[in-house]
């Protein structure tokens, strides 16, 4: 059940890829619509949904997450649909509307497509039309409360320790994207490993100024 205030996390069914466990999925504003559309996918108008987002929004983990939540006889998914041949997805989605191989089973289809860069364009009119008719998840833009959080889960992935206060502090310096967030905490855990000290606010801000430039002194 989705939290009706406030970012949280969902623990991903994977195996870990970084010290602190689990992957997390941190939901909020920008996101929060599509995680309650996944969960129930029988709901999904032609049983088919097509998730677009920016650039490190965690659709992947998304689709990942749906599929361990539904099993593959309710769902099947398809990730960086872009890149398929149209023609072939344009036959599985009529696949899913007959039944396919997978009688009663939903289909996702995930591209890598910014909506705020004109999102998926699909050249095959029937296609588009198609999957236009489709419910469409799009992830949106970062608040200042989930970017916060981002900050957190990525580096209690990391196994990187960040003292009380520091996403605050970073969330107004840095740029205010997914990928943008991503970046900024890879950078405090090189530089942080590099000097062989804790992550403190020099830190931060070395980091900040190596993304951003000198100009970012301003706001420190």
Known sequence: MMPDHGPSQIALPLAPRAPAGAERIVTGAANAAVVAALEKPESWPFHVAVLTGPPRSGKSLLGRWALARHGPERL?????????????????????????SREGASLLVIANADPEAGGWRIALPDLASRLGGSLQ??????????????IRAHAEARGLSLPEGAAEYLVPRTTRS???????????????????SPATMSVWRAALEALHGPEQQRLL
């Open 76 to 100: 099947e998914v398809i990730d960086d649909a872009e890149g398929i041949d149209e023609t072939a997805l344009f036959h599985r989605w009529n696949a899913v509307q007959q039944g396919g």
């Open 178 to 196: 997914f990928a943008a967030i991503e970046a900024l905490v890879a950078a405090i855990d090189r530089i942080s490993l590099e000097r062989q």
């Open 137 to 150: 998840l799009v992830i949106g833009p970062l608040d200042d409360a989930m970017a916060a959080d981002l």
